[in-house]
């Protein structure tokens, strides 16, 4: 799971689906969606099975045809500004990608194709991929020109929406975070149990960089102390991750949960240390 590439040619469609559901923060398995759509490694997926698996997990995913290309640019954006993903079948409909934000006339995409998957297109680029032309059916010399967005919108109350900015897709981005993007589930399901999503009726609540600006020299060093093969900059490098996700679908700690969260954060390191260095005999035969 996680922003992840596809591992062939024809599961883009499900991957596609797997990265916009993720936006709206429910998380499902390309493996799971590729079941429910009926994808098949001949065929793929067209927008029929897609909105079938959208509907498995409440989710109604749209059709809309523009053949104007500032039309379609502009139905986009109103569909992005509704913090609505918005599937694209492109390069003459034969992939799937899916578009998650857009700012300064550029726009953040995710594409399952290769590595890194967060990508920023100019409106340009993104155009020349989008457009499907074909012969007109009442005049074959007449070319029409297609611009299809199907927008993933949720049938049931999200309890947050994530927000990809040009700045958050340029640090996925990078070569040292692609194991992050990878492990985007992990984090935020442990976020989510940690955090509540901000509402207009949030009382005394903080980011999670608050609480890493108030405990997080005791975190970077407790968690080394407890295990000595640890780095204080590897327990940074997964704090900063934390928050970023945090900060991307706007969770919040409430006062009254500042000792839990801070808790339940330290116990999450001290598991990762576990797992990736082992754990000796603690304690001997108490």
Same mark, same amino acid.
């Given at each position: 799971?996680?922003?992840? =590439?596809q591992?062939?040619?024809w599961q883009c469609?499900?991957?596609a689906? %797997?990265h916009a559901l993720?936006? +709206?923060g429910?998380?499902?398995? /390309?493996?799971? +969606?590729?079941?429910?759509?009926?994808?098949?490694?001949?065929? #793929?997926?067209d927008?029929?099975?897609? !909105?079938?698996?959208? *509907?498995a997990?409440?989710?109604?995913l749209?059709?809309i045809r523009h053949?104007? =290309?500032?039309?379609?640019?502009?139905?986009? +954006?109103?569909?992005l500004k *509704?913090?609505?993903?918005?599937?694209l079948?492109?390069?003459?409909?034969? @992939?799937?990608?899916t578009?998650? #934000?857009? /700012?300064?006339?550029?726009?953040v995409?995710?594409?399952?194709h290769d590595? =890194?998957?967060?990508?920023?297109?100019t409106?340009k680029?993104? %155009?020349?991929r989008w457009?499907?032309?074909?012969?007109n059916g009442h005049?074959p010399?007449? $070319?029409? $020109?297609?611009?299809?967005l199907?927008? +993933?919108i949720?049938?049931?109350? $999200?309890?947050t929406?994530? @927000?990809f900015s040009?700045?958050?897709?340029?640090y996925l981005r990078? =070569?040292e975070n692609?194991?992050?993007?990878?492990?985007?589930d992990?984090?935020?399901?442990?976020? !989510?149990n940690?955090?509540?999503?901000?509402?207009? *009726?949030?009382?005394?609540?903080?980011p999670l960089?608050?609480?890493?600006?108030?405990h997080?020299?005791?975190?970077?060093?407790q968690?080394?102390?407890?295990?000595?093969?640890?780095?204080a900059?590897?327990?940074n490098?997964?704090?900063?991750?934390?928050?970023?996700v945090?900060?991307?679908?706007?969770?919040?700690?409430?006062?009254?949960d500042?000792k *839990?969260?801070l808790?339940?954060? $330290?116990?999450l390191?001290?598991?990762?240390a576990a797992?990736?260095?082992?754990v000796?005999?603690?304690?001997?035969n108490a």
């Amino acid at each position: 799971m996680g922003l992840t =590439p596809q591992p062939n040619k024809w599961q883009c469609g499900p991957f596609a689906l %797997k990265h916009a559901l993720i936006m +709206l923060g429910k998380l499902v398995g /390309e493996k799971e +969606l590729s079941r429910k759509a009926g994808t098949h490694w001949c065929a #793929g997926t067209d927008e029929v099975k897609l !909105a079938r698996a959208a *509907r498995a997990y409440n989710c109604t995913l749209k059709v809309i045809r523009h053949t104007n =290309p500032l039309h379609a640019k502009r139905e986009l +954006l109103r569909q992005l500004k *509704r913090r609505h993903p918005v599937l694209l079948c492109v390069d003459t409909w034969s @992939h799937w990608i899916t578009v998650v #934000g857009a /700012e300064k006339g550029r726009f953040v995409t995710i594409d399952s194709h290769d590595a =890194p998957v967060i990508c920023v297109d100019t409106w340009k680029a993104l %155009k020349k991929r989008w457009v499907y032309r074909e012969k007109n059916g009442h005049d074959p010399s007449v $070319t029409d $020109t297609l611009y299809d967005l199907h927008p +993933l919108i949720p049938r049931f109350r $999200t309890r947050t929406k994530a @927000h990809f900015s040009l700045k958050h897709a340029f640090y996925l981005r990078r =070569p040292e975070n692609r194991a992050f993007a990878s492990n985007w589930d992990e984090y935020f399901t442990d976020l !989510a149990n940690i955090c509540r999503p901000r509402t207009p *009726r949030s009382e005394k609540v903080f980011p999670l960089g608050e609480l890493l600006r108030r405990h997080g020299a005791m975190i970077r060093a407790q968690v080394p102390y407890w295990h000595g093969k640890v780095h204080a900059r590897q327990v940074n490098k997964i704090l900063r991750n934390m928050q970023f996700v945090a900060d991307t679908y706007d969770f919040v700690v409430h006062e009254e949960d500042e000792k *839990r969260a801070l808790v339940a954060i $330290t116990a999450l390191l001290a598991f990762w240390a576990a797992s990736k260095y082992g754990v000796g005999e603690v304690y001997g035969n108490a």
